[in-house]
T-cell receptor, first 107, second 115 residues
């Protein structure tokens, strides 16, 4: 079976750094994705990890530990527009998504 | 360039009716995915196609749901005898190929409401 856990909600301040964690237990693993989804819109791709370690992409970084079944998304220099839901998804042929973490950025 | 498009954007139907939801993937993308999303939840996998064939349909909730992709491009999700519990946003995504690091590009979704 597939099980993906993320915190439901987080709040952070503009300009700060926030880390969104994701733990997973899946049968099969081809990689882990992070997507951003603004309210009422479709998810958009942020990052992909297949090997252990940190992938950096501008203000966004994603980390993976396959042995621990753990990933996190790190957002730096938060902006108001970063308020959105962040979805962790494990790909094993099909993709299984977590329920998302709703991030609220306050001024 | 054109992204993934879905029609209709909204569909309101009555319990027991039949509906068809259409997805036009990005040209050249061989993999196509259907998900449904309820408020406050992540996308729930339904089915994915690699080319014309359904590579994994394990997410279809029951035999009222069926999807086709006859020419390996456009796909139609068909729901028979709709129930109120089918109400959700139905998302389609496509990727260059299935699996691995192939990023999925999502369409805007079809909001289905069953009265």
């Amino acid at each position: 079976g597939q099980n993906i856990d993320q915190p439901t909600e987080m709040t952070a301040t503009e300009g700060a750094i926030v880390q969104i964690n994701c733990t997973y237990q899946t049968s099969g693993f081809n990689g882990l994705f992070w997507y951003q989804q603004h309210a009422g819109e479709a998810p958009t791709f942020l990052s992909y990890n297949v090997l252990d370690g940190l992938e950096e992409k501008g203000r966004f970084s994603s980390f993976l530990s396959r042995s621990k079944g753990y990933s996190y998304l790190l957002l730096k220099e938060l902006q108001m527009k970063d308020s959105a839901s962040y979805l962790c998804a494990v790909n094993a042929g099909k993709s299984t998504f977590g329920d998302g973490t709703t991030l609220t950025v306050k001024p | 360039g054109a992204g993934v498009s879905q029609t209709p954007s909204n569909k309101v139907t009555e319990k027991g009716k039949y509906v068809e939801l259409r997805c036009d993937p990005i040209s050249g993308h061989t993999a196509l995915y259907w998900y449904r999303q309820s408020l406050g939840q992540g996308p729930e996998f339904l089915i994915y196609f690699q080319g014309t064939g359904a590579a994994d349909d394990s997410g279809l909730p029951n035999d009222r749901f069926f999807a086709v992709r006859p020419e390996g491009s456009v796909s139609t999700l068909k729901i028979q005898r709709t129930e109120r519990g089918d109400s959700a946003v139905y998302l389609c995504a496509s990727s260059l190929m299935s699996g691995g690091g192939n990023e999925q590009f999502f369409g805007p979704g079809t909001r289905l409401t069953v009265l």
